[in-house]
């Protein structure tokens, strides 16, 4: 099927900030009992009888946090409620709704913004949530988006950052690495397009990679597996940001040190080989990548059993006394002190 060359292009002036609001949502259905007032009038309301309610924002700038050369818009409103669900799970609770507010400039026609939104409407039917709110206006500075996530859990269920103690085992959910090795790939390829707008990068070695950064899954089916296997973790956090700083702000909020076992990281096959062919060293991009959007946690000793042998999930270190630091423990068994070197929004 041959691309249309002159697609339609409805500029966003024609609709106005409400129209636009009304037309990009008129398809959303309420399904959460919890959302008893959606979009539509001054403020949602909700309802959760008795539960505690969690709320998480997250913010998406372009040229800082995407790239619109390679980042499809439809992809991109999927990742944006993705972000956010992932910090609702990580608190161990359940997502129910979401709001978006989008800054775009005059650059974007409606059509665009409809593709966004296809993306958005997926994100929620796949992982039960409803969009209930939002806002839009015109930017400068290409596209701005802003997400907040909204859930409910039991107080007695609710996990934070803070709660791990020394020797607790540290466990993590999938692999690491592949999303930041898919950045790599379409930011390599894309060089290669700026000099040969002609050339058609072949990205089907790389497809497990480029998924994990242009579609990420926020991880709702591990709490949902911790709460069958009646595992609730002392401590937890997602991996937004890297391994290394995860680790250091789950000591930092307990109170405790680490040692994080260079040999357990679990990584994909395609990481290491694509690592070899970038030359780079897979523990430092699991350490340091970040988009992963996996769950990091911390169990006590006794639930060890309850997870023994699952697929998903993988006993990468313990929890020390804080005296003792934190540290990576290579396969040669020698001792190094982990630093954040994660992703930081402000650094130049």
């Given at each position: 099927?041959?691309?249309?060359?002159?697609?339609?292009?409805?500029?966003?002036?024609?609709?106005?900030?409400?129209?636009?609001?009304?037309?990009?949502?008129?398809?959303?259905?309420?399904?959460?009992?919890?959302?008893?007032?959606?979009?539509?009038?001054?403020?949602?309301?909700?309802?959760?009888?008795?539960?505690?309610?969690?709320?998480?924002?997250?913010?998406?700038?372009?040229?800082?946090?995407?790239?619109?050369?390679?980042?499809?818009?439809?992809?991109?409103?999927?990742?944006?409620?993705?972000?956010?669900?992932?910090?609702?799970?990580?608190?161990?609770?359940?997502?129910?709704?979401?709001?978006?507010?989008?800054?775009?400039?005059?650059?974007?026609?409606?059509?665009?913004?409809?593709?966004?939104?296809?993306?958005?409407?997926?994100?929620?039917?796949?992982?039960?949530?409803?969009?209930?709110?939002?806002?839009?206006?015109?930017?400068?500075?290409?596209?701005?988006?802003?997400?907040?996530?909204?859930?409910?859990?039991?107080?007695?269920?609710?996990?934070?950052?803070?709660?791990?103690?020394?020797?607790?085992?540290?466990?993590?959910?999938?692999?690491?690495?592949?999303?930041?090795?898919?950045?790599?790939?379409?930011?390599?390829?894309?060089?290669?397009?700026?000099?040969?707008?002609?050339?058609?990068?072949?990205?089907?070695?790389?497809?497990?990679?480029?998924?994990?950064?242009?579609?990420?899954?926020?991880?709702?089916?591990?709490?949902?597996?911790?709460?069958?296997?009646?595992?609730?973790?002392?401590?937890?956090?997602?991996?937004?940001?890297?391994?290394?700083?995860?680790?250091?702000?789950?000591?930092?909020?307990?109170?405790v040190g680490c040692n994080l076992f260079e040999n357990k990281?679990?990584?994909?096959?395609?990481?290491?080989?694509?690592?070899?062919?970038?030359?780079?060293?897979?523990?430092?991009?699991?350490?340091?990548?970040?988009?992963?959007?996996?769950?990091?946690?911390?169990?006590?000793?006794?639930?060890?059993?309850?997870?023994?042998?699952?697929?998903?999930?993988?006993v990468i270190g313990h929890m020390t006394q804080k005296s003792?630091?934190?540290?990576?423990?290579?396969?040669?068994?020698?001792?190094?002190?982990?630093?954040?070197?994660?992703?930081?929004?402000?650094?130049?």
């Amino acid at each position: 099927m041959l691309e249309d060359k002159n697609p339609q292009r409805t500029s966003l002036e024609e609709l106005g900030e409400f129209g636009l609001i009304d037309h990009l949502t008129q398809h959303f259905e309420l399904k959460q009992p919890s959302s008893l007032v959606g979009v539509g009038d001054d403020a949602a309301v909700m309802d959760f009888k008795g539960k505690k309610v969690v709320v998480s924002t997250d913010m998406l700038v372009e040229g800082v946090h995407f790239d619109l050369s390679y980042m499809p818009l439809k992809h991109l409103g999927y990742k944006s409620v993705m972000v956010n669900l992932s910090d609702i799970y990580a608190m161990n609770a359940m997502a129910t709704q979401i709001t978006i507010s989008m800054a775009v400039s005059n650059r974007f026609s409606l059509e665009a913004l409809e593709e966004f939104y296809q993306g958005v409407a997926l994100a929620c039917k796949m992982y039960n949530v409803d969009l209930v709110g939002g806002d839009t206006t015109s930017s400068n500075k290409g596209m701005i988006i802003s997400v907040t996530a909204i859930g409910s859990a039991d107080e007695s269920q609710i996990v934070y950052r803070k709660g791990s103690k020394p020797n607790d085992l540290l466990v993590v959910t999938g692999d690491l690495g592949g999303a930041y090795l898919g950045l790599q790939v379409l930011e390599r390829e894309k060089e290669v397009y700026k000099v040969n707008p002609n050339s058609q990068p072949d990205l089907e070695p790389y497809s497990y990679l480029v998924e994990r950064q242009l579609k990420p899954e926020a991880r709702k089916d591990m709490v949902e597996l911790l709460e069958k296997l009646e595992v609730k973790p002392t401590s937890m956090i997602d991996i937004s940001d890297g391994l290394s700083s995860e680790i250091l702000h789950l000591c930092k909020h307990g109170g405790v040190g680490c040692n994080l076992f260079e040999n357990k990281i679990p990584l994909d096959p395609s990481v290491i080989s694509t690592c070899e062919e970038f030359k780079m060293d897979s523990t430092m991009v699991a350490l340091a990548g970040g988009e992963d959007y996996e769950l990091l946690f911390t169990i006590d000793q006794a639930d060890f059993p309850k997870i023994k042998g699952n697929p998903n999930l993988t006993v990468i270190g313990h929890m020390t006394q804080k005296s003792e630091g934190v540290h990576l423990i290579t396969r040669a068994e020698t001792k190094i002190p982990i630093t954040a070197q994660g992703w930081n929004s402000f650094k130049t």
